[in-house]
């Protein structure tokens, strides 16, 4: 079993920044990938980031150049740096952790809310 909780949620002005952090405990040598994942009310859960193992990061299209994923495996933490935030990434973010067998079990966060003022 894997455990993640998100945290860092806040409220910031259009174009400011924030950080928000996956802590990992549990089996975490059975963790690929970890990935964040958004969900504005009424809207799907939309893709943004994700890492592995071996620090490959890729982006969703609607936050290449403004968001970084970083991990730092000797505190089993992932984060999410968010910059030049717009209104519309204002969201729940939510990190998942892919197993290392593919169609493993995957894993949820709980969330953490991002709110973006106009």
């Known amino acids: 079993q894997v455990q993640l909780v998100e945290s860092g949620e806040g409220l910031v002005q259009a174009g400011g920044s924030l950080r928000i952090s996956c802590a990992a405990s549990g089996s975490i040598s059975s963790i690929h990938d970890i990935e964040w994942y958004r969900q504005a009310p009424g809207n799907q859960r939309e893709f943004v980031a994700s890492?592995?193992?071996?620090?490959?990061?890729d982006y969703g299209d609607s936050v290449k150049g403004r968001f970084t994923i970083s991990q730092d495996k000797s505190k089993m933490l992932v984060y999410l740096e968010m910059n030049r935030l717009r209104p519309e990434d204002t969201a729940t973010y939510f990190c998942k952790a892919l197993h290392v067998v593919p169609g493993g079990p995957q894993y949820w966060g709980q969330g953490t809310q991002v709110t973006v003022s106009d």
């Open positions: 890492i592995s193992r071996e620090g490959y990061a």
